[in-house]
């Protein structure tokens, strides 16, 4: 019999829906921050909707500071400058405002801007988090323009260490931002590619969260719920961005997502995260070109859970019905079929290959695979999407 002994952790406040952006002034002041540091990415810094938002901050005659030094995939350095402007600015809190990229790394400049230890002493591993002096830890409010990551519910941010070139999770319960702004028309910007591919990203946590082994009834009732919402809505977001509803739908279901993956990822992020660190990929476009081969592979242990998610979905033929649902989806939305559609010059000596597994079979997200990702099984899932092998 299943353990019935579990630990759940729910997210935060947030203000859901078109427009509500306008409400920051006030969120800001409910967290007690007087002067905080607005941290993007250097492409939304360009687009109006930071212009419009930054003027909402001038209206209410708030000090803040711009800091949008952060790569897609950030890394350590884009870390160090942005507590530099933090301190520098005698900032008392972090506005985190874009993609995962942007809401990771903000949240990481609150977390780490007073720390003495190192970031990577705070890895995700055990109960290292207790080592932060949880006193200097900044308010954080999270409004995220893309629908993927759900890094705005989350605990946790992704820093890539630039000498081991290897994605680490920096944990603390207090990286959870105070409030989140959900606003679905801040995503209406989002070219087809990122909607695509953050999209994805949203379904592969509620799958993979939905798929971990472990009592979980809550995670598995919000995945269930999120997986149908993205079937449902992300070809509309794909095919038509102002579509408000179905962007809607997109984020609360990448929110649902990141609620659920609590519960456990598995080896589509386990893959995935080696191939974004070696090859600076988009993270939940990578996700997608995983996904039916690791579906394909887990199939012996999920088949009766992926019946009964198919039928919640409305979809006919149990798994076989599901997995030809994914692949269709991936076809609409134009997800590289194989590695090397997403990676021009793919093409891994069997050194590299070696690598990759090694790096997905110690990846924390590992362990939440229902099948045990073996070396071999890396190997083999590395090879299936490389070659394009899919078979359920
Ligand atoms: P991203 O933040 O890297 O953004 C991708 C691109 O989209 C950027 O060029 C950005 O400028 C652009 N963009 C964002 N919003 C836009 C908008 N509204 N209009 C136009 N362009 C827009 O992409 P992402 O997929 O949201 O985040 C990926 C990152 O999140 C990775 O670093 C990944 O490791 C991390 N991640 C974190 C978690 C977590 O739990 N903390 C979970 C999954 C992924």
Same mark, same amino acid.
């Given at each position: 019999?299943?353990?019935? *002994? ?14 509500? *952006? ?27 909707? *930071? ?310 079979? *110690? ?30």
């Amino acid at each position: 019999m299943t353990n019935l *002994v579990s630990k759940w952790n729910f997210p935060t406040t947030v203000r859901f829906g078109a427009g509500r *952006v306008k409400e920051l002034p006030d969120v800001l002041k409910d967290a007690g921050i007087s002067n905080p540091l607005f941290v993007t990415d250097p492409g939304l810094a360009r687009l109006p909707v *930071v212009a419009s938002t930054l003027a909402l901050l001038d209206e209410a005659k708030l000090p803040h500071g711009v800091f949008s030094d952060v790569r897609p995939n950030p890394v350590e350095s884009n870390l160090t400058a942005g507590i530099e402007a933090f301190r520098n600015g005698g900032h008392d809190g972090v506005i985190a405002f874009g993609g995962g990229s942007a809401l990771d790394l903000g949240k990481l400049i609150a977390f780490q801007a007073g720390q003495t230890r190192p970031v990577w002493d705070f890895e995700d591993i055990g109960d290292w988090w207790t080592r932060a002096d949880a006193g200097a830890i900044a308010p954080i409010v999270a409004v995220p323009t893309t629908a993927g990551t759900g890094s705005e519910v989350g605990r946790a941010g992704v820093l890539t260490n630039e000498a081991t070139h290897t994605k680490k999770v920096i944990f603390h319960p207090k990286m959870l931002p105070a409030t989140v702004i959900a606003d679905p028309e801040l995503t209406v910007g989002m070219p087809p590619f990122i909607t695509a591919g953050t999209g994805m990203d949203a379904l592969a946590h509620c799958l993979e969260a939905y798929c971990a082994p472990g009592y979980h009834p809550m995670a598995d009732g919000i995945a269930v719920e999120g997986v149908r919402l993205v079937l449902e809505n992300l070809p509309k977001a794909y095919g038509d961005g102002s579509d408000l509803t179905a962007r809607a739908h997109m984020m609360s279901a990448a929110a649902m997502g990141a609620t659920a993956f609590q519960k456990g990822l598995g080896a589509i992020h386990s893959l995935s995260h080696p191939i974004g660190a070696l090859y600076d990929t988009h993270h939940g476009m990578t996700n997608a070109v995983f996904m039916p081969y690791v579906l394909a592979f887990n199939r012996p242990a999920i088949e009766a859970r992926i019946d009964r998610l198919a039928a919640w979905c409305g979809i006919k033929g149990g798994f076989d019905g599901f997995f030809d649902a994914i692949m269709k989806l991936r076809a609409d939305l134009a997800v590289p079929a194989t590695l090397p559609d997403l990676i021009e010059g793919f093409a891994p000596d069997p050194a590299r290959k070696e690598l990759i597994a090694d790096m997905a079979i *110690v990846d924390p997200t590992a362990g939440g695979n229902p099948v045990e990702l073996t070396r071999q099984a890396a190997l083999d899932l590395l090879e299936a999407a490389i070659e394009g092998r899919v078979a359920a």
